[in-house]
């Protein structure tokens, strides 16, 4: 069974920083996919950043220029770091994976920009 264990969420002022971590139970590289997606409050669940095992990497327009999307194979880990952040990144961010099988999805994580 794999497992994804999102870390790192916070209340963060408007303009700051956060870096989300995504520990997966296996490597990284066993993935077709790795992604992260929000779901803000009263809002659909929403794709964040990609990152496919060829190493494209694509992002929602409105993250574009801010987020970054990169993994350590070593750590199993894929992270999201998120600079310049506004009240409308609001929301619980999750990890989610792809092995041509299935899919795969964390438990979230929660990431509240004051402003």
């Known amino acids: 069974q794999v497992q994804l264990v999102e870390t790192g969420g916070d209340l963060v002022q408007s303009g700051g920083s956060l870096r989300l971590s995504c520990a997966a139970s296996r490597s990284i590289f066993s993935f077709k996919t790795m992604a992260w997606y929000r779901q803000g409050p009263g809002k659909e669940r929403e794709l964040v950043a990609t990152?496919?095992?060829?190493?494209?990497?694509n992002y929602q327009e409105s993250v574009k220029g801010r987020f970054t999307i990169f993994g350590d194979n070593a750590k199993n880990t894929v992270y999201l770091q998120m600079n310049s952040l506004k009240p409308e990144d609001t929301a619980v961010y999750y990890c989610?994976?792809?092995?041509?099988?299935?899919?795969?999805w964390g438990q979230g994580t929660q990431v509240t920009v004051s402003s």
């Open positions: 990152m496919i095992s060829a190493g494209g990497k």
């Open positions: 989610y994976a792809n092995d041509h099988l299935r899919d795969y």
